[in-house]
C-alpha cells in the first residue's frame, strides 16, 4: 500500500467501489439456471454419444460457456466487486460440477432400465450419499465408458478430478478476470469503455522503464511508434457519457514460446487527470503524424 502511494504520487490507482449493483441476485439465479442446463446437456451427450470423452471434450467448452456468461451477467449487473465475482465462480463451478454428477446418473440409470422419475430429480439433489452410492453403482457395473473401451475402474476417479480441477479453475478465472480489467463511472453509473491503444516500440533504456512503470507519459515522447512486437502499449479506458472518469494502463507486449502476444501489465489501471489527458493525446498524436510522414 505505502509503495503504491510513494511509486504513483502524481496519478491515482483506480479502484472499484466494491458495490454489487444487482448481482446479488442476478449472478446466482442465471448461474444455477444455467448450470442445470448445461447439467442436462453434459448428460445426454455423456450417455448417448461420447462417453467419458465428455469430460474431456465437452466439459472445458461447457465450463467455458458457462464462465462466461456469469461473468456477462455480473457485467449487465454492473457488479464492481471482484472478491464476490470470484466467490460467485467458485461456488458455481461446485454447483455445475454436482449438477453434472446428479443429472448422468439419472440419464445414465434411465438408460440401463433402472427407472428414476423426472419429479425425484430435486430430491437427488438434497441426497449428496445416494450420489455418491450411484458413482460408485454405475463405476462398478462399468458403464463408466463408450462402445468396447472402457477405462478401468480404479482410473475412472482420476477422470472425475480432472473435471473438478478444470471446471472450478476455468470458470473461477472466466469469472474473475474481466472485471479486474475494468472501469466504472460512479457518477454515469455505466463501465467505461475501452477507446485508444497506442503502441510504442519497447525500451531497453532501464531509466525509462522505471520512469515507465512509474505512469509517466512524458517518457512516450521518446519512444517511436510501432505496430511490432515486442512493443509497448498505453491503454486508454473512457466513460462516453461524462468523459470524466478516464484511465490509462502501460503494458508490454511480448512473444511467448509458441510466437503468440502475450501482454504483462507495467502499471494497474491509473485515473487520467483532464490535463494528463490533454498532454496524453498531444503526446499520441505527435507520434502519429511521425509515423505518417
Ligand atoms: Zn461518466
Same mark, same amino acid.
Given at each position: 500500500?505505502?509503495?503504491?502511494?510513494?511509486?504513483?504520487?502524481?496519478?491515482?490507482?483506480?479502484?472499484?467501489?466494491?458495490?454489487?449493483?444487482?448481482?446479488?441476485?442476478?449472478?446466482?439465479?442465471?448461474?444455477?439456471?444455467?448450470?442445470l442446463v448445461?447439467g442436462i446437456l453434459?448428460a445426454y451427450?455423456?450417455?448417448?454419444?461420447?462417453?467419458?470423452?465428455?469430460?474431456?471434450?465437452?466439459?472445458?467448452?461447457?465450463?467455458?460457456?458457462?464462465?462466461?456468461?456469469?461473468?456477462?451477467?455480473?457485467?449487465?449487473?454492473?457488479?464492481?466487486?471482484?472478491?464476490?465475482?470470484?466467490?460467485?465462480?467458485?461456488?458455481?463451478?461446485?454447483?455445475?460440477?454436482?449438477?453434472?454428477?446428479?443429472l448422468?446418473?439419472?440419464?445414465?440409470?434411465?438408460?440401463?432400465?433402472?427407472?428414476?422419475?423426472?419429479?425425484?430429480?430435486?430430491?437427488?439433489?438434497?441426497?449428496?450419499?445416494?450420489?455418491?452410492?450411484?458413482?460408485?453403482?454405475?463405476?462398478?457395473?462399468?458403464?463408466?465408458?463408450?462402445?468396447?473401451?472402457?477405462?478401468?475402474?480404479?482410473?475412472?476417479?482420476?477422470?472425475?478430478?480432472?473435471?473438478?480441477?478444470?471446471?472450478?479453475?476455468?470458470?473461477?478465472?472466466?469469472?474473475?478476470?474481466?472485471?479486474?480489467?475494468?472501469?466504472?463511472?460512479?457518477?454515469?453509473?455505466?463501465?467505461?469503455?475501452?477507446?485508444?491503444?497506442?503502441?510504442?516500440?519497447?525500451? @531497453?533504456? =532501464? +531509466?525509462? /522503464?522505471?520512469? $515507465?512503470?512509474?505512469?509517466?507519459?512524458? *517518457?512516450?515522447?521518446? !519512444?517511436?511508434?510501432?505496430?511490432?512486437?515486442?512493443?509497448?502499449?498505453?491503454?486508454?479506458?473512457?466513460?462516453?457519457?461524462?468523459?470524466?472518469?478516464?484511465?490509462?494502463?502501460?503494458?508490454?507486449?511480448?512473444?511467448?514460446?509458441?510466437?503468440? @502476444?502475450? =501482454? +504483462?501489465? /507495467?502499471?494497474? $489501471?491509473?485515473?487520467?487527470?483532464?490535463? *494528463?489527458?490533454?498532454? !496524453?493525446?498531444?503526446?499520441?498524436?505527435?507520434?502519429?503524424?511521425?509515423?505518417?510522414?
Open positions: 500500500m505505502v509503495c503504491d502511494v510513494l511509486m504513483y504520487s502524481e496519478t491515482k490507482i483506480y479502484r472499484h467501489s466494491g458495490k454489487l449493483g444487482t448481482a446479488l441476485f442476478g449472478v446466482p439465479f442465471i448461474g444455477i439456471l444455467g448450470g448445461f453434459y451427450i455423456n450417455v448417448y454419444f461420447l462417453g467419458w470423452r465428455s469430460d474431456v471434450l465437452v466439459t472445458p467448452i461447457l465450463s467455458f460457456l458457462f464462465g462466461a456468461i456469469i461473468e456477462t451477467v455480473g457485467d449487465i449487473a454492473k457488479c464492481r466487486n471482484t472478491m464476490f465475482m470470484a466467490m460467485m465462480g467458485l461456488l458455481l463451478s461446485i454447483f455445475i460440477m454436482y449438477a453434472n454428477w446428479v448422468f446418473e439419472f440419464v445414465m440409470l434411465n438408460h440401463k432400465g433402472i427407472t428414476i422419475e423426472w419429479y425425484k430429480i430435486p430430491s437427488m439433489f438434497f441426497d449428496p450419499d445416494l450420489v455418491w452410492e450411484n458413482a460408485v453403482f454405475i463405476n462398478g457395473r462399468g458403464w463408466y465408458g463408450v462402445k468396447s473401451w472402457k477405462p478401468p475402474s480404479n482410473v475412472v476417479w482420476y477422470y472425475g478430478l480432472i473435471e473438478v480441477f478444470s471446471i472450478v479453475g476455468l470458470v473461477t478465472f472466466l469469472v474473475s478476470v474481466p472485471i479486474n480489467n475494468a472501469v466504472f463511472c460512479e457518477s454515469c453509473d455505466i463501465w467505461a469503455t475501452p477507446i485508444h491503444t497506442v503502441k510504442f516500440t519497447l525500451t @531497453e533504456n =532501464k +531509466t525509462l /522503464l522505471a520512469q $515507465l512503470k512509474k505512469g509517466d507519459i512524458e *517518457t512516450l515522447t521518446q !519512444l517511436k511508434p510501432t505496430n511490432k512486437c515486442p512493443r509497448i502499449e498505453v491503454e486508454i479506458q473512457e466513460c462516453l457519457s461524462c468523459y470524466n472518469t478516464s484511465t490509462y494502463q502501460i503494458k508490454t507486449v511480448s512473444l511467448n514460446h509458441k510466437a503468440q @502476444e502475450q =501482454k +504483462t501489465n /507495467l502499471t494497474p $489501471l491509473l485515473l487520467l487527470s483532464q490535463d *494528463t489527458k490533454d498532454r !496524453l493525446y498531444t503526446i499520441v498524436l505527435q507520434q502519429l503524424n511521425l509515423k505518417r510522414f
